[in-house]
Every structure is written in C-alpha cells, then in structure tokens.
C-alpha cells in the first residue's frame, strides 16, 4: 500500500491533565486531519460529520481516534481519575490514504503504545527544533501511516466498539501475550525496585541473551531502554501531581537519588523534571484541549 507524504503540525505528548467530568467540551472542529489519543476508559464523544447527524460512542482505553478534517466532535470525561494523559498528533496528507480516505471518523486501539511511542518522538524533536527535525519527524510519521494501514487490514471496524488494533506483526509475537507486554507487565509491578535484565529473562523463561536479541528484533529498542522508558513515564505521571517533589518521585521509580534522576529524565524527555513539572502545570491553563 502506498503511503502519502504525511506532513505532521502540532504535536503534544502525554500530560496529566485535570479531566472536568459531568461537562461537555466542544464541539471542535479542524481543517487538518486529527489523531487525539486517551489512557481513560469511560469518557463519550460526540461525532459529526459533514452532513450527517451526531452520533455519540463511548470511548475505550488506550485508543486513538482520527478525525478528518471539517469532522466537529465534543467529548466529555468520566468520573473518578484525578489525571489522565492525552495526546493529539495533527497532521496533513498531500495524497488520500486508502485505509481512511472514505472515513470521517476511526477508532484505533493502542494497547503497547506503539503509535504513543512515536508521536512522542515527534513532541521531542519539536520541542528542541535542532536541524535535520523536520525530516526525522516525518519519519516517525510515515511509521504511525504504516501502523495504520497494518491495523485496518486486521478485520475490524474501526469503530469505538470494534476498534483497528495496532499490536506487533504476527512473527514477532508469541501465543498469547507478545514479549512486550510480559516484560512491561513484570516491571511494572516493582518500578521502586526495578528488576535487571537476568530477573526479567526468568520472568519470561528465556535466557538473559535471548531475551535481549528477541526483545531488540520485536521492538527496535533493547530491554533496560524500555525500563528506563517505563520508569520516566511514571516519573512524569508522579510529578505532575500537586504536592509532587522530586526526591519522592525517585525513590518511587526506584533512582537512588534525585540527581540520578534527574540526569536519567533529560536524557529521555530533553527537559528536568522540574522544567517538566512547571510546563505540564501550565498546559491546561494555557491549551484548553477539552480537559
């Protein structure tokens, strides 16, 4: 399937937002194709396309929904969470994509976060700017448009109840649970003590080696990477909090100090922890995207 060329416009990354739940947000409405992606379970959407009548879904976890331009939609929070994360990817196409050419309005799940992974890339080199950007964001476009075109051909709808599923190829998965979301699921459970590299291998019955190779061919990234990634998401969560300090969120994550992570954070996120803090504070006040 031939991919467009795919010019990507304002990126913004996850952030602890503060949901307003019991209002409606909206309606919205862009000239630019929409992928605005949510880590809650819960919330409803109200879609209307042009020409059509509303129609309103309930809106699953870890899902992205792409909107083509001219589509208005107003959504509105559930109840309960006190922060969730949000990202919105705005971009044009010089061409139509066939997997969303006739479509006003898709729902695509994102359980490993693969297209999460790449849109944070893209916020990264925004933010920073440095030369050669522009192209390594599209990059990392033309992947989210691979993504895609393979999550359309997997049988489904792409509809709230019945979303395309994007998930690693067939061959890079095992029976069941792919090695991503295994190795995830262990460190997650002990992100105060992270676990090495040999207790994660027993934890999935392979071999510190194999593990390593398999997980590196399945993911493009090595093994403690993604820890390190895993442990920086949380850290970002845990600071966006109200009372949040720095020394409490590392031993959280299990740094042995706050200048250990601190240095860990601006190598992964290119900002300090408190750089970060005061920006994601800030966001709502200064972006109301519906939160």
């Not at 990507?8 to 602890?16: D, F, Q, T, W, Y």
């Not at 009548?53 to 976890?61: F, L």
């Not at 999460?116 to 890339?121: C, E, G, K, S």
Request: hydrophobic residues 45%; glycine residues 8%.
């Amino acid at each position: 399937m031939p991919l467009p060329r795919i010019t990507p416009g304002l990126v913004e990354a996850s952030r602890a937002m503060a949901p307003k739940p019991d209002r409606w947000h909206g309606p919205f409405t862009w000239r630019t194709w929409l992928m605005d992606w949510c880590d809650f379970a819960g919330g409803r959407l109200e879609v209307t396309a042009p020409g059509a009548r509303p129609v309103t879904v309930e809106r699953p976890v870890n899902t992205w929904c792409v909107f083509a331009p001219g589509v208005a939609y107003r959504h509105i929070a559930p109840p309960g969470p006190t922060r969730v994360g949000q990202r919105w990817l705005f971009f044009e196409l010089d061409a139509p994509f066939a997997p969303l050419a006739a479509r006003a309005f898709t729902v695509v799940s994102d359980p490993e976060e693969r297209i999460a992974a790449q849109v944070d890339a893209m916020y990264q080199i925004q933010q920073h700017r440095e030369p050669g950007g522009d192209i390594a964001a599209q990059g990392h476009a033309l992947v989210v448009m691979g993504e895609l075109a393979m999550a359309s051909r997997r049988g489904h709808a792409g509809a709230a109840d019945d979303p395309w599923p994007v998930r690693a190829p067939v061959a890079a998965r095992t029976t069941g649970d792919g090695l991503l979301q295994r190795v995830e699921r262990a460190v997650l459970r002990s992100l105060a003590r992270p676990p090495a590299l040999a207790d994660l291998a027993a934890t999935v019955d392979l071999s510190p080696s194999a593990l390593s190779h398999r997980f590196q061919r399945e993911t493009g990234m090595s093994v403690m990477a993604r820890v390190r990634w895993l442990r920086i998401r949380e850290a970002r969560r845990l600071l966006s909090e109200p009372d949040a300090t720095v020394a409490a969120v590392a031993r959280a994550v299990g740094f042995s100090s706050p200048f250990h992570l601190s240095r860990v954070f601006r190598q992964v996120t290119g900002m300090s922890p408190g750089e970060f803090r005061r920006r994601s504070r800030a966001a709502p006040a200064a972006r109301d995207h519906g939160n």
